[in-house]
């Protein structure tokens, strides 16, 4: 049986680990679908970390952009973010200006990526981050891609089975 799960909140809040959890508590070997592209060598430790912290019981999968392309048939499967997952769409669309039509066009590649990965028998739980909860950025770019994300968020919360929000490590659950 199909189920969406979509963990949210802020940086440091839990979201990973309460999501793996989860899937260890649904499978003996759930899948981590990373969606993080190396910037340096800071997040190449802090991707180290996770690795190391969930063992060897998981399957592992790096995917930047095509989780679709992945059979994940019955499977438990923790989607390790949305948020970087929207990055590696929006960066790919940025050609020197960043109008809208290249955010708009943007949100549409993900959400038809999203509905064609989610149209696969399993129970996927995403997590994301609330980064519109802080004050509006100075920065044009940092303003366009936190409203990807925002309405990336939203559709997958409107697609889920069950959205938590995570605070200081507490999951309180929204739907």
């Known amino acids: ?12 809040s839990g979201k990973s680990t309460y999501a793996e959890n989860m899937a260890l508590s649904l499978s003996e070997r759930p899948t981590y679908m990373a969606t ?11 991707v180290k970390k996770h690795q ?8 592992n999968i790096e995917e930047e952009k095509y989780l679709s392309r992945h059979d994940i048939y019955n499977k438990v499967v923790v989607i390790d973010c949305i948020t970087l997952w929207c990055t590696n769409y929006f960066f790919d669309r ?9 955010v708009d066009d943007a949100l549409k590649e993900i959400e038809a990526e999203f509905d064609k990965f989610t149209s696969q028998e399993a129970t996927f739980i995403f997590v994301t ?20 994300e925002g309405w990336m968020n939203q559709y997958v919360a ?11 490590g507490i999951p309180i659950k929204i739907k």
């Open 158 to 168: 409107a697609h889920a089975d069950e959205v938590i929000m995570m605070v200081s």
């Open 94 to 102: 940025h050609k020197g200006e960043w109008e809208q039509p290249t």
């Open 129 to 148: 981050n609330e980064i519109g909860s802080g004050g509006v950025s100075d920065n044009e770019a940092q303003r366009r891609f936190t409203d990807l």
């Open 52 to 59: 190391e912290r969930r063992g060897d019981n998981w399957i």
């Open 36 to 46: 993080a592209h190396i910037w340096d060598n800071e997040f190449r430790e802090r």
């Open 1 to 12: 049986m199909k189920k969406i799960i979509l963990i949210t909140g802020g940086q440091r």
